[in-house]
C-alpha cells in the first residue's frame, strides 16, 4: 500500500501570494502517475493535474504541477479568491490512494 | 460529461444499499470507473473499480470495502453499481462515482449514505 502524505495540513495565504503544497510517497509512484485534485466546500473534486504536471482542460495556468519518484508540488502561482479549497493529490493506475488534504485558507 | 450518483440513504447497521452511477456522454464500458467516498469532514477515500471492457471488466477493492462491496457495469444502461453489504457507521459518507483520472477524472455530484440506528 503506498501513503501520501500532504503538507503542510492548512496553507494561511492571502490573495495574490503564491501557495506551494506538497504531496510525498511512501514509494516511488510508477510513470508519474500522480494527479491532484481541487475541492471546495459542498462540491465535488474537481481533477487539475495529471501525470504530476499536465493541466486538466480548462484549468488556469496559474496552477502548475512537478515532482517525480516519491515527491511532488502542485503550485498555484497568484491565489485567486475561487483557489481557497482543499488539495488532494492521489495515485492512479495500477493502485489508487489519495493523499489527506492540504487546505488553503484566507489569512 | 456527466455521472449522476443515486440510491442513498439512511440504513440501520448491517444493512444493505445499492448506489448508481448513471452517465451521460461518456461510455462506461471503454472505462474503469470508481467508487471514492468522503466521510462528514474528512477526506477522499477510494472504494474500489470496475475495469474497462478491453480487461474483463476485473474490480478491485480497498482493504475496508473488499468482502462487504461489489461494484459491477450494466454496459447496455450505461451505468455503475455499488453494492453495499452489512454496512456500519463507518461507512457513512457521501459516495461519489469516478471516471478515473487516464479517462478524464471527471467526478459526479455524489450521493449520501448514512448507517445510523
Known amino acids: 500500500e503506498v501513503v501520501l502524505t500532504q503538507s503542510p495540513d492548512t496553507l494561511s495565504l492571502s490573495p495574490g501570494e503564491r501557495a506551494t503544497l506538497s504531496c510525498r510517497a511512501s514509494?516511488?509512484?510508477?510513470?508519474?502517475?500522480l494527479a491532484w485534485h481541487q475541492q471546495k466546500p459542498g462540491q465535488a473534486p474537481r481533477l487539475l493535474i495529471y501525470g504530476a504536471s499536465s493541466r486538466a482542460t480548462g484549468i488556469p495556468d496559474r496552477f502548475s504541477g512537478s515532482g517525480s519518484g516519491t515527491d511532488f508540488t502542485l503550485t498555484i502561482s497568484r491565489l485567486e479568491p475561487e483557489d481557497f479549497a482543499v488539495y488532494y493529490c492521489q495515485q492512479y493506475g495500477s493502485s489508487i490512494f489519495f493523499g489527506g488534504g492540504t487546505k488553503v485558507e484566507i489569512k | 460529461v456527466q455521472l449522476v450518483e443515486s440510491g442513498g440513504a439512511l440504513v440501520k447497521p448491517g444493512g444493505s444499499l445499492r448506489l448508481s452511477c448513471a452517465s451521460s456522454?461518456?461510455?462506461?464500458?471503454?472505462?474503469?470507473m470508481s467508487w471514492v467516498r468522503q466521510a462528514p469532514g474528512k477526506g477522499l477515500e477510494w472504494v474500489g473499480r470496475v475495469g474497462s471492457k478491453t480487461f474483463g471488466g476485473a474490480t478491485d477493492y480497498a482493504a475496508s470495502a473488499r468482502g462487504r462491496f461489489s461494484i459491477s457495469r450494466d454496459d447496455s444502461e450505461n451505468k455503475v453499481y455499488l453494492q453495499m453489504n452489512s454496512l456500519n457507521t463507518e461507512d457513512t459518507a457521501v459516495y461519489y462515482c469516478?471516471?478515473?483520472?487516464?479517462?478524464?477524472?471527471?467526478w459526479g455530484q455524489g450521493t449520501l449514505v448514512t448507517v445510523s440506528s
Open positions: 514509494q516511488s509512484v510508477s510513470g508519474n502517475s
Open positions: 469516478f471516471t478515473g483520472v487516464p479517462q478524464g477524472g471527471f
Open positions: 456522454g461518456f461510455t462506461v464500458s471503454g472505462a474503469s
